[in-house]
């Protein structure tokens, strides 16, 4: 059994919102939260987020890269709209990072330390940009399951940061791997949006995290 919840958030990038809010009701009774990117908040406007909230808990994967006072308004649209979480990058500073912390000081804000496709490593620099999160403020980070010993450096930079890790499923990365490598939670998409049946697949991953 396992007694820590769900593991597993959803990432939700199915750009038809109809199919969208089916898969989530589906897949919801797994889930630890739903992420939610560009091309699902481009088809469905900000109001998917509310939709949804009342599902699971909604993070807002819109890679906020920007100056603080664009961060911050970013930020006021995004928690104002009832995302529990924000994820920007940490490459622009502390101090944009910092700007989405005050406008929601208690909901949750993830920055990107390095990234999970092909060469995506090739321009993060772990260490630096975990000092950046830490003096950010950030609540979690965002690690590549591809690179399970990216997320082993990451959790030595990081101390107690939740560490969400996407690339599970159809990027290749191994879910358990990425647990055992620090890990706090497994990000899944395709492998969960595309399936035939989206709740059972949920369910699997679900199962598979489980302690
Ligand atoms: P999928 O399981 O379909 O590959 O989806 C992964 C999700 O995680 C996508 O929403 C993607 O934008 C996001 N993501 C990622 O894949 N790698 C990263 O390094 C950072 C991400 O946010």
């Not at 949804?52 to 819109?62: E, G, H, Q, T, Y």
């Not at 529990?84 to 929601?104: K, M, T």
């Not at 830490?134 to 690179?147: C, Q």
Request: charged fraction near 20%; aromatic fraction near 4%.
């Amino acid at each position: 059994g396992n007694l820590m919840g769900s593991r597993l958030l959803l990432a939700l990038d199915e750009t038809d919102p109809q199919r969208a809010f089916f898969v989530a009701e589906a897949a919801a009774p797994h889930l630890a939260g739903i992420k939610i990117n560009w091309p699902l908040l481009m088809q469905g406007g900000l109001e998917t987020v509310a939709k949804l909230a009342k599902l699971a808990p909604v993070i807002c994967d819109l890679k906020v890269a920007d100056i603080p006072n664009t961060a911050r308004l970013i930020a006021e649209a995004a928690y104002g709209a009832g995302a529990a979480g924000i994820i920007a990058h940490a490459f622009p500073g502390a101090g944009p990072l910092r700007a989405i912390r005050d406008v929601a000081p208690d909901r949750d804000l993830y920055a990107v330390i390095t990234m999970s496709h092909p060469g995506g490593g090739e321009f993060f620099d772990i260490a630096a940009l975990a000092a950046v999160a830490r003096d950010g403020g950030a609540t979690g980070v965002v690690a590549p399951a591809t690179r399970p010993k990216d997320i082993t450096a990451v959790r030595e930079a990081v101390g107690d940061l939740k560490i969400i890790a996407p690339g599970v499923g159809a990027q290749g990365g191994d879910p358990r791997a990425a647990i055992t490598a620090g890990a706090d939670l497994i990000i899944v998409g395709r492998a969960i949006y595309q399936a035939d049946d989206p709740g059972a697949a949920a369910r699997e991953f679900a199962a598979a995290l489980g302690d």
